[in-house]
């Protein structure tokens, strides 16, 4: 039977208009997919557990007993340390969607949007959290207990803490310098003293950074109930000089690598070079009271945390 010419372009049309459909369908499961991963991305705060896990493996390359660059477990350490950070920062998120969705910053995170489930963070969260510190026991059982005590305290003790008091920022502090212990402790099986300076400077750090962060969102935060900066009257002299104080405390803290022999001379220059800078922007804030001045603290305690590590590292004595 022969096909007349209409027939052939129907059939013609239907096959493209089937390879269109399908190319669409095909097209629309990327989106997903993509968008489904740029949530993960969001929920785990990709950036901030990179800085985390980063200041834990400088830590761990820092430890006398590493002699050099073992690439297998250097990957394998950054993976577990990724995991359990993201799955506090997943437990952060679920924790706050309520008071996340009330600010602009955070509105957009998946489970304050409504996009991604709370079981499903849930899932992630325990997932993650379970094989990040199983990960970390390949190291030793310390690494493994330091970094799920670092994970309960922040997601379920500094979290809730943030609407009852200011003194989270201290209770944070904690986990917060735990990543240099952890490294440390993979890489030399214990507490020695090096991992205690480690602790030291990020812990001291920490404020200046954090009240930073704290006085630019203040109205945000506020607005949620969060309770972050020292004053209960908000950005005052009183929180500017705090952030003044816990930065000249950087200054002694900042000899003791070279004191102990973590590091050489280099390291100790610059690392003192640097906390000298994040005092001036610190001195800067309290002169100024606004909320440049405070961004420059920000942007400076960023670039402080890696300048700091990696001149330790550079002049590491072996």
Same mark, same amino acid.
């Given at each position: 039977m022969l096909l007349c010419p209409d027939a052939d372009q129907g059939i013609s049309l239907k096959k493209? @208009?089937?390879? #269109?459909? /399908?190319? @669409?369908?095909?097209q629309s499961s990327s989106f997903k997919f993509a968008g489904? #991963?740029?949530?993960?991305?969001?929920?785990?705060?990709?950036?901030l557990s990179f800085m985390v896990v980063f200041s834990a493996l400088i830590s761990y390359l820092l430890a006398p007993k590493v002699k050099e660059y073992d690439w297998a477990s250097i990957i394998l350490f950054f993976v577990g340390g990724m995991l359990v950070t993201g799955?506090?920062?997943?437990?952060?998120?679920i924790v706050e969607k309520d008071t996340d969705a009330l600010m602009k910053r955070t509105a957009g995170r998946p489970v304050a949007s409504g996009r991604m489930s709370t079981g499903e963070a849930w899932a992630f969260a325990v997932i993650s959290?379970? /094989?990040?510190?199983?990960?970390?026991?390949?190291?030793? %059982?310390? @690494? /493994?207990?330091?970094a799920a005590f670092s994970l309960f305290v922040y997601a379920f003790i500094y979290t809730p803490l943030k609407k009852v008091s200011s003194i989270s920022v201290l209770v944070g502090a904690i986990p917060g310098s735990l990543p240099c212990l952890i490294g440390w402790a993979a890489g030399n099986d214990d507490l020695s003293v090096g991992g205690w300076v480690l602790f030291a400077l990020q812990f001291f750090w920490q404020f200046p950074h954090f009240w930073a962060i704290a006085w630019i969102a203040h109205k945000d935060y506020t607005a949620a109930g969060f309770k972050l900066l020292p004053s209960n009257e908000g950005p005052t002299k009183y929180s500017a000089i705090q952030a003044v104080i816990?930065?000249?405390? %950087?200054?002694?803290?900042?000899?003791?690598?070279? %004191?102990v022999g973590m590091?050489?001379? %280099?390291?100790?220059?610059?690392?003192?070079? /640097?906390?000298?800078? #994040?005092?001036?922007q610190c001195v800067r804030l309290y002169r100024e009271m606004t909320v440049k001045a405070a961004r420059r603290v920000m942007f400076g305690s960023y670039i402080y945390l890696p300048v700091v590590l990696l001149a330790l590292l550079a002049s590491k004595i072996s």
């Open positions: 493209n @208009t089937d390879n #269109m459909s /399908a190319e @669409t369908v095909k489904k #991963m740029q949530d993960y991305k969001l929920l785990i705060k990709f950036n799955s506090a920062n997943t437990i952060n998120q959290g379970i /094989a990040g510190t199983l990960i970390l026991w390949h190291f030793n %059982l310390l @690494t /493994a207990v330091l816990y930065s000249l405390l %950087l200054l002694p803290v900042g000899i003791l690598p070279y %004191l590091s050489g001379i %280099l390291g100790l220059v610059i690392v003192l070079i /640097a906390n000298g800078l #994040m005092v001036w």
